[in-house]
Antibody, heavy 119, light 107 residues
Framework: QVQLVESGGGLVKPGGSLRLSCAAS????????MSWVRQAPGKGLEWVSY????????NYADSVKGRFSISRDNAEKSVYLQMSSLRAEDSAVYYC????????????WGQGTLVTVSS | EIQMTQSPSVLSASVGDRVTITCRAS??????LNWYQQKPGKAPKLLIY???SFQSGVPSRFSGSGSGTDFTLTINSLQLEDFATYFC?????????FGGGTKLEIK
């Protein structure tokens, strides 16, 4: 079955950097867009970024544009989120999500990895 | 950016009830509307995509409707496991945006 396992979260100081990874299995990874979605503690969901199946197309939320970078390695069946210039408001659980079809629906989610930005 | 507004934010209901959650987009989004369920401490789960298409494995008591700016998620005959938070999400344009959520509570 579809499995998405995030890693790389942790505590980082404001202005610092962190790289999240997501290892995929159970499906044809190279056929699918992938997204990152985050959720601050007790808050709603915020889409962060997506990347097309062949990495030719990426998109970002305005709140992270210029600071975050999404990438993928289809041979390794992994997607990454490089985060820099981190702020307190970036603190959240970050979910790796398979993204499907013309409706860009988020059909399979990882368990999430917690990022805390604090001095 | 398209704003998504859900109502109500909190809904109290009993097992066996029929409930409806509304989602309104700030501009027309055709049927590019998806619904998710989230339970405490868990990742969201896709219920409905394209406004009315069922995700595989979702019970038939869930249904979605709407087009343009106004959408609804209906749950018939509420079960204990349905008490959770529900989010709508538009995928008509980037940035993808979510509604603020509707917490479905046991009355």
């Amino acid at each position: 079955q579809v499995q998405l396992v995030e890693s790389g979260g942790g505590l980082v100081k404001p202005g610092g950097s962190l790289r999240l990874s997501c290892a995929a299995s159970g499906f044809s990874f190279s056929d699918h867009y992938m997204s990152w979605v985050r959720q601050a503690p007790g808050k709603g969901l915020e889409w962060v970024s997506y990347i097309s199946s062949d990495s030719s197309h990426t998109n970002y939320a305005d709140s992270v544009k210029g600071r975050f970078s999404i990438s993928r390695d289809n041979a390794e069946k992994s997607v990454y989120l490089q985060m820099s210039s981190l702020r307190a408001e970036d603190s959240a659980v970050y979910y790796c999500v398979r993204t499907r079809g013309s409706y860009l629906h988020l059909d399979s989610w990882g368990q999430g990895t917690l990022v805390t930005v604090s001095s | 950016e398209i704003q998504m507004t859900q109502s109500p934010s909190v809904l109290s209901a009993s097992v066996g009830d029929r409930v409806t959650i509304t989602c309104r987009a700030s501009q027309k989004i055709s049927n590019y509307l998806n619904w998710y369920q989230q339970k405490p401490g868990k990742a969201p789960k896709l219920l409905i995509y394209g406004a009315s298409s069922f995700q595989s494995g979702v019970p038939s008591r869930f249904s979605g409707s709407g087009s343009g700016t106004d959408f609804t998620l209906t749950i018939n005959s509420l079960q204990l496991e349905d008490f959770a938070t529900y989010f709508c999400q538009q995928s008509y344009s980037v940035p993808l945006t979510f509604g603020g959520g509707t917490k479905l509570e046991i009355k």
